[in-house]
């Protein structure tokens, strides 16, 4: 049974920083590209990273450009999103996802993503 869990979430001061892990099990990760999305309330989901099935190529969406690093290891079937310099429009549930294969042009298309983790909650305040 394939298997998404985010954890890292929490509340965190402007200018902080979390590193969420999204841990897979079920299925054969490194055939997978991983997206980190994010849902705030009242809006839509948006990408804020993916990366490919090898971890060499990675894509940011507008608003992690700069502050936020995507990773994974294949080894622990495990991928990351370090984000740092947060600020109070970063809170939203953020939530992994995978794909199958490697997208050739963007991987922050949430409606390509075959499965999804039941997100984790990020909250960015004083």
């Known amino acids: 049974q394939l298997q998404l869990v985010e954890s890292g979430g929490g509340l965190v001061e402007p200018g902080g920083s979390l590193r969420l892990s999204c841990a897979a099990s079920?299925?054969?990760?490194?055939?997978?590209?991983i997206g980190w999305f994010r849902q705030a309330p009242g809006k839509e989901r948006e990408g804020v990273a993916c990366?490919?099935?090898?971890?060499?190529?990675?894509q940011y969406g507008d608003s992690s450009k700069g502050r936020f690093t995507i990773s994974r290891d294949n080894a622990k079937n495990t991928a990351y999103l370090q984000m740092n310099n947060l600020n109070p429009e970063d809170t939203a549930v953020y939530y992994c996802a995978v794909l199958y294969g490697d997208s050739y042009g963007t991987c922050l298309i949430k409606s390509e993503y075959h499965y999804w983790g039941q997100g984790t909650q990020v909250t960015v305040s004083t």
């Open positions: 079920g299925f054969t990760f490194d055939v997978y590209t």
């Open positions: 990366i490919s099935r090898s971890g060499y190529r990675k």
